[in-house]
């Protein structure tokens, strides 16, 4: 089934220590998101790429950094982690901008020690 | 701006009982709404949408949502709980202005709760 995959599932890092989260993507998608996610709140975007295209929003902070080296391939890298940042995060993809549905990864839950 | 107000930040029902979910949006341009469920740990799955076809939309796992201009209402309804429609509840509405135009802007989200 063509899907959306993220790796890992869960992943504890250190404060301060860089991490990667992945996606990846069979849907053959143009367009992936990254969103964050905190404990009993909204998803909200950081940032997406349409196909090579890097759009961030604007109050995304410049501790997280995005690489899209492929079509199925989208990494989140957190370089310097602090608590704030524990979340889930959570990966999507759609066919072009605009597009009515977006589809989701099933996450990676963050926590910072 | 666009937004989206989802009122009850839990709402808890009996199994077998109807199901009421309410989001309002603001929105200065015809919206296009969207319904996403999350179970717990997993990503969001779309319930159903309205792209200015019917007003009343029928989405996967009998949920369906009226699409009310008058009202800027786009209430989620079940007739009947299910145990496994325990899961948050995540209003959207696309964006339609900017740089970031397409994406979607969630409400906060409710938890259903079904007691059996």
């Known amino acids: 089934d063509a899907m959306v995959i993220q790796n890992p599932r869960y992943q504890v890092t250190q404060f301060g220590k860089p991490v990667t989260l992945s996606c990846s993507q069979t849907?053959?998608?143009?367009?992936m998101y990254w969103y964050q996610q905190k404990s009993s709140q909204a998803p909200k975007l950081l940032f997406h790429?349409?196909?090579?295209?890097?759009?961030n929003e604007a109050d995304t902070p410049d501790n997280f950094q995005s690489r899209r080296p492929n079509t199925s391939f989208c990494f989140l890298d957190i370089r310097s982690p602090g608590l704030g940042d524990a979340a889930m995060y959570l990966c999507?993809?759609?066919?072009?901008?605009?597009?009515?549905?977006?589809?989701f990864g099933p996450g990676t839950r963050l926590t910072v020690l | 701006a666009q937004s989206v107000t989802q009122l009850g930040s839990h709402v808890s029902v009996s199994e077998g009982a109807l199901v009421l979910l309410r989001c309002n949006y603001s929105?200065?341009?015809?919206?296009?709404l969207f319904w996403y469920v999350q179970y717990p740990n997993q990503g969001l799955q779309l319930l159903l949408k309205?792209?200015?076809?019917?007003?009343l939309v029928k989405g996967i796992n009998g949920f369906e949502a009226e699409f009310k201009k008058s009202e800027t209402s786009f209430h989620l309804t079940k007739p009947s709980a299910h145990m496994s429609d325990a899961a948050e509840y995540f209003c959207?509405?696309?964006?339609?202005?900017?740089?970031?135009?397409?994406?979607?802007?969630f409400g906060k989200g409710t938890k259903l709760s079904v007691k059996p």
């Open positions: 790429y349409y196909d090579k295209d890097f759009n």
């Open positions: 849907l053959n998608h143009n367009v």
């Open positions: 309205y792209t200015s076809a019917a007003t």
């Open positions: 959207a509405v696309r964006r339609d202005y900017g740089g970031s135009q397409g994406n979607l802007i």
């Open positions: 929105s200065s341009v015809p919206p296009y």
């Open positions: 999507a993809t759609s066919p072009r901008l605009g597009t009515d549905t977006q589809y």
